[in-house]
């Protein structure tokens, strides 16, 4: 198991990465790869130390970002039984077919 590296947030705003707070349960992407015309920015209706919200839309893959969490739990030491399924448990599936084979006995058949 491999000691996690811990970042202030004033540290992981200048470093390019997933990070998870596990107390919030709050996610942060910091990806500088994209570029916003600075001219946007030199009206004056924005202060230099203000966050611009650019989007409510999560740019994010989920299924990549599921995989990046589950392979950091992983190599973190959880183990399989308690990472999150993407199925419904067979239990629950064999439960809902008997239940439906039950309601099938109840039924009068008609003869021809």
């Given at each position: 198991m491999s000691n996690a590296r811990r970042f202030q947030l004033d540290e992981i705003?200048?470093?390019?990465?997933t990070y998870f707070n596990?107390?919030?349960?709050?996610m942060?992407?910091?990806?500088?790869?994209?570029?916003v015309d600075h001219e946007i920015f030199e009206t004056g209706e924005f202060e230099g130390d203000e966050w611009v919200?650019?989007?409510?839309?999560?740019?994010?893959?989920?299924?990549?970002?599921?995989e990046l969490v589950e392979r950091f739990q992983i190599s973190h030491g959880?183990?399989?039984?308690s990472l999150p399924e993407d199925d419904i448990d067979d239990e629950d599936d064999e439960d809902d077919d008997q239940d439906e084979l039950d309601g099938v006995d109840d039924l009068?058949?008609?003869p021809e």
């Open positions: 705003t200048i470093r390019p990465g596990p107390q919030t349960e709050i942060i992407v910091v990806d500088d790869s994209p570029e919200l650019i989007s409510e839309d999560s740019p994010l893959d989920e299924p990549k970002r599921d959880a183990s399989p039984d009068e058949l008609e």
